[in-house]
């Protein structure tokens, strides 16, 4: 089942870049804020720096992505020396990095700290998938109606299943085909229902599956 996802928790290398006086370089495990990376106080560019290795067997129709959420100050990530983004006002980031692997890797994410809000607050993360993916998917309430939209993104060979389910329970199928958004409105869903679950199938493989909790009203 995909995605399947290998977490860099730590250690990582925190290294403040300033001239004169600023604290010590230092280990620090993700995810974490601009406090516990042991830099409260302090204003400007910091490098965090994580090493790995190759993540396994790679099979053709699989991707290594890498992905990362509730970054606060990014400034640039780079990937064994290649830029992959300089895009200051993300908050979040996805890059097929599959190309670029070798068998030891070098990360490095480049945070701005204007504040003590800085940080790699959310997980960072290599992510394995298939051709075809489940992108931007939301789950929102709309009067009594509750609407599930996303899309499928990459490529596949044919049309996919989209299933969704209500705490587990199957709530809609359809067809779909890779590059299309999709739309579920699901009428008369209990008010104690507590989760969302979509998957993408590829005959009798799932490709990507996305769960979310179901707002409360």
């Known amino acids: 089942m995909y995605p399947h996802r290998i977490r860099l928790r730590g250690p990582w290398e925190c ?7 600023k604290p010590a370089a230092g280990m620090v495990t993700m995810p974490a804020g601009w406090i516990a990376s042991g830099l409260a106080g302090f204003r400007g560019l910091a490098r965090f720096t ?3 290795g190759y993540p396994g067997r790679i099979d053709d129709g699989e991707h290594v992505w890498l992905v990362g959420d509730t970054v606060r100050g990014l400034h640039e990530i780079k990937l064994n020396d290649e830029i992959l983004s300089n895009a200051a006002a993300s908050t979040s980031f996805s890059f097929d990095v599959t190309g670029l692997l070798a068998q030891r890797n070098r990360l490095e994410i480049l945070l701005q700290g204007d504040s003590d809000d800085a940080g790699l607050w959310g997980e960072i993360a290599l992510e394995i998938r298939r051709d075809a993916y489940l992108a931007e998917v939301a789950v929102v309430r ?7 939209t996303g899309r499928v993104a990459g490529t596949s060979p044919g049309p996919l299943e989209l299933y969704t389910l209500i705490d587990n329970r199957n709530a809609d199928y359809r067809v779909v085909n890779a590059g299309e958004s999709f739309r579920v409105e699901l009428a008369d869903v209990p008010e104690n229902s507590q989760s969302v679950r979509v998957e993408l199938i590829c005959v009798s493989s799932i490709w990507y599956v996305v769960e ?4 409360t009203w």
Do not use: C, H, S, Y
């Open 50 to 52: 994580r090493r790995f």
């Open 212 to 215: 979310a909790a179901i707002p």
């Open 142 to 148: 709309d009067g009594q109606m509750l609407v599930i």
């Open 15 to 21: 290294e403040p870049r300033a001239e004169g006086t």
